[in-house]
């Protein structure tokens, strides 16, 4: 294992030192990218760079980001998921039923009602056992990704429809009666108010610019404080662990990793189970900001998910990319939609450039890559030379 450990590792000094100018530019594409929007709609909208405006993109940022962390994990092991935006749609529909109507259990003919920390549990769970549900069908059945996922995501779409009969869960704010109230919070609460945070920032116009900053944090929405807590576990993870480097290694060479000792398929059902997860986190995010639960919750969110990786660095083909590179992703879809809606860009045009930039991020990844495989080529050529 040890062996293992050493090849998927990065070198810790020194990392980008050896680098070209071309292949620095090719890693940091996602960095500049989003510093070239960024810049752009800056200089096109006054307002787009306002605090009010940075927390409205880090709230639309926040579900793609959570969905990509989890898929970054499935693509880096070759994978594929495109069963997370089901998955959300389900989750929300369970959160929704639990808070409204309750679990019924007709042998004892009695209706269990939980509280809202067990409601986001119960889903969450669901989550995952969807998630390890599609990868027991991978490595069991042998199933393509692709194929199983697929069919995953038209089982999770139809209990989802299943769950309310096609209806929607309205006005999931619970009863005081059955201690199941706060469901809201989650999707639209902060640890201070706003506008509290605003007033005292107008009154207390003296203080110090990194108490306003602090404050400032106060006032940011859970959800976002869910996607940053999400990404520095999942970059630790990624990282620093035996997990991340067995994952790292099984999208590089799976059949190199299975003779180096790594369970494969044990890692690649945990890989599933934290894509459900995630999926399944941002379907109680949007269920709770829109205190309402409908089964078309999700809708292509797999799509989007698979951009903001794809966008953020990570090969396809697997081995290769960073939870950071996720969340930059994430960010440059969210300010780039943000943006084109504020300088008036037609919804039709907003598609037709959000697509090409997919596209264009596709293409950059496999120049990448056979440009590595160059370097490796005549790295193999000097050695063989050399001896």
């Keep these: 294992m040890d062996h293992v450990s050493s090849i998927a590792t990065p070198k810790k000094t020194g990392r980008f030192a050896s680098l070209s100018l071309q292949e620095f530019l090719l890693r940091a594409r996602a960095f500049i990218a989003l510093i070239l929007v960024v810049t752009t709609f800056s200089f096109l ?19 793609n980001a959570i969905l990509g962390i989890g898929m970054t994990f499935v693509i880096l092991t070759g994978g ?15 959160a929704g039923g639990l808070i409204n109507e309750g679990l019924i259990l007709p ?59 096609g209806d929607t869960y309205p006005n999931l704010v619970g009863r005081p009666e059955f201690g199941n109230q706060g469901f809201p919070i989650l999707g639209s609460g902060t ?10 920032i107008q009154q207390l116009s003296d203080m110090p610019n ?20 999400f990404a520095l576990i999942a970059a630790f993870v990624a990282t620093k662990t035996p997990f991340g480097r067995q ?27 934290i894509s459900g997860f995630c999926a399944a986190m941002v379907g109680l995010i949007i269920a709770s900001r829109l205190v309402a639960a409908h089964p078309a919750t999700g809708v292509f969110f797999e799509l989007n998910a698979i951009a903001v990786v794809v966008l953020g660095g990570t090969s396809l083909m697997g081995g290769r990319g960073t939870i950071g590179g996720t969340i930059i992703g994430a960010f440059v879809i969210g300010a780039l939609n ?11 045009w907003q598609q037709v450039i959000t697509g090409s930039v997919i596209v264009l991020a596709v293409i950059i990844d496999q120049f990448q890559a056979r440009m590595q495989e160059r370097v490796a080529l005549q790295k193999q050529q000097q050695l063989a030379d050399a001896s």
Excluded: C, H
């Design 191 to 200: 640890f201070l108010p706003r506008a509290m945070v605003q007033g005292w």
């Design 80 to 94: 594929i998921d495109l069963s997370v935006g089901s998955v959300a749609g389900l989750a929300a529909m369970i």
């Design 45 to 63: 909208s006054p307002t787009f760079m306002t605090a009010d405006n940075i927390i409205i993109v880090a709230k639309q940022v926040a579900i």
């Design 338 to 348: 943000a943006g084109m809606v504020m300088v008036g860009i037609s919804s039709f």
């Design 247 to 273: 994952v790292y290694a099984i999208g590089g060479n799976e059949r190199a990793a299975q003779l180096s000792g790594v369970r494969v398929k044990r890692i690649k059902v945990i890989v599933y189970m």
């Design 107 to 165: 042998m004892f003919g009695v209706i269990v009602y939980f509280n809202v920390w067990m409601v986001i549990l119960i889903t969450l769970t669901v989550g995952a056992l969807v998630g390890a549900l599609n990868g027991l069908i991978i490595t069991r059945f042998n199933v393509p990704p692709f194929i199983a996922t697929l069919g995953t995501l038209y089982i999770a779409r139809g209990l989802a429809l299943l769950r309310s009969g």
């Design 210 to 229: 990194f108490v306003t900053t602090a404050l400032r944090f106060l006032a940011i929405p859970y959800e976002v404080w869910i996607m940053i807590v």
